[in-house]
């Protein structure tokens, strides 16, 4: 088993030497949830738009493109790392920092420490360096409003697979329920991000509805193509997209998610 690396320490799924095992092994040993910034609101807005960040250097287009509106919007921005963004800072309503220490990070542990300090009804996973202007915010907010009632989940256009998703909306309690993102060891580095949650809803009979008010991913096909390769070669049976919940769920949103019941 040396020559692998290891998923949640028993599962056999990535050829690669020792340093790739250890690195999966130590992975997110979070140094604990530093609060940057924490806005105070009067009244919950109606999107949460979230985002996991890597040392400040992700989201600089985005940041800078979102309108100011406390009463629809609310940023919440969560570093993997510890560094802070002075455009982070400035631009986003709350900013946190886990202080992982390992190379291979797991950023859906940030983007559920984001969606556990959501208040808005419609969260909106951001999980790319593209502008959203107020009318695409506007687009979201409004065909998101009867999303959980409908069992829908909103991606942006052309978001048909793993490799093109990159703007995940759906109610977040709905996100809630569905245990947020999974934090099993597999989604590290290149496999994280919001497409896990829209695979088990997918699974679970909802409809993923694209949003043609949403631009399509900006990746070149070869690199779409590419990472889509990369799932299915390293996608073992215990990953169904059928199950019900993930395989490491984040304890804080297992909490929330208990208190809704």
């Known amino acids: 088993m040396e020559g692998r690396t290891l998923i949640d320490e028993m599962y056999a799924a990535i050829r690669s030497g020792p340093y790739f095992r250890k ?146 909306a759906l109610n977040r309690e709905a996100a809630i329920q569905a245990g947020g993102l999974d934090e099993s060891a597999y989604y590290a580095g290149a496999y994280s991000g919001p497409h896990e949650l829209v695979d088990r809803l997918r699974g679970q009979r909802w409809v993923v509805e694209t949003l043609e008010a949403l631009p399509a991913n900006q990746k070149t096909e070869k690199a779409q193509t590419a990472l889509q390769t990369l799932f299915e070669q390293i996608w073992p049976t215990k990953f169904s997209p059928y199950r019900g919940m993930p395989l490491r769920e984040n304890p804080e949103i297992a909490a929330l998610r208990q208190k809704l019941k």
């Open 23 to 168: 690195q999966r092994l130590d992975l997110a040993r979070n140094a604990g949830v530093a609060i940057l910034k924490r806005a105070l609101r009067a009244a919950p807005p109606l999107l949460s738009i979230l985002l996991a960040d890597t040392n400040g250097a992700r989201y600089a287009a985005l940041l800078a493109s979102l309108p100011v509106d406390p009463d629809r919007f609310e940023v919440i921005l969560c570093d993997v790392f510890d560094r802070e963004s002075p455009l982070a800072l400035q631009h986003a309503d709350s900013v946190m920092a886990l202080g992982q220490n390992e190379h291979l990070y797991n950023r859906n542990v940030a983007f559920n420490t984001a969606l556990a300090a959501a208040t808005g009804r419609v969260a909106v996973f951001c999980d790319g360096d593209r502008p959203l202007t107020e009318e695409m915010l506007a687009a979201i907010a409004e065909r998101a409003k009867t999303c959980a009632e409908e069992n829908r989940v909103l991606v942006n256009a052309g978001g048909e697979d793993r490799g093109s998703i990159d703007i995940v």
